[in-house]
Nanobody
């Protein structure tokens, strides 16, 4: 199974910035899409921003112009630079890796998996 480890969440004042990181561990051959979702209290999980292996990006309308998603393909890592944060951005942010091919050392097989999730990192925007 692909392990996704997130970091960078925390408490920030309105108008501030945060940078989230998510690294996929293991012997990974490819990750098609990697990015971020978030879930606020009482709401459904929603897409924030994702980046494909071909370099295309997709953003939620609510974060366009404020957030930037980027990938380090050599490190199997995705970042989310969040600027001009507002209280409405408060949520648990989840890293997602979709359509991943990796080597499972337990079974010595090449494995394809969809929709792997990180454990989530809390982002709180408050004065």
């Amino acid at each position: 199974q692909v392990q996704l480890v997130e970091s960078g969440g925390g408490l920030v004042q309105p108008g501030g910035s945060l940078r989230l990181s998510c690294a996929a561990s293991g012997t990974i051959f490819s990750i098609n899409v990697m990015g971020w979702y978030r879930q606020a209290p009482g709401k459904q999980r929603e897409l924030v921003a994702v980046a494909t292996s071909g370099g295309r990006t997709n953003y939620a309308d609510s974060v366009k112009g404020r957030f930037t998603v980027s990938r380090d393909y050599a490190k199997n890592t995705v970042y989310l630079q969040m600027n001009s944060l507002s209280p409405e951005d408060t949520a648990v942010y989840y890293c997602n890796a979709d359509r991943v091919t990796y080597y499972d050392h337990t079974t010595n097989t090449r494995v394809y998996t969809e929709n792997s999730w990180g454990q989530g990192t809390q982002v709180t925007v408050s004065s």
